[in-house]
């Protein structure tokens, strides 16, 4: 469970270097620019949820969402 953007920046970097890609290599793929992938990657709490999700897409990692059960 990803719980934390330092989580989700530390995932990002790994799942990028597993690929054996640059960081501008990533962003180009992605769509985003340069100083967007680098903030990402450093656990930047604001970076936008919409061009997270397309870094994410672009390295090929699911994003799993849960709604707590109503214990109810």
Known sequence: MV???RQIGSTVKA???ALGATQR???LAAGTGL???IDLERG???CEIGKTLD???ALG???ILEAPVDAA
């Open 3 to 5: 719980a934390s953007p």
């Open 35 to 37: 100083r967007f992938v």
């Open 25 to 27: 290599q990533l962003a």
């Open 15 to 17: 799942a990028r270097n």
């Open 55 to 57: 870094v994410l897409n």
């Open 44 to 46: 930047k709490a604001t």
């Open 61 to 63: 990692v699911r994003v």
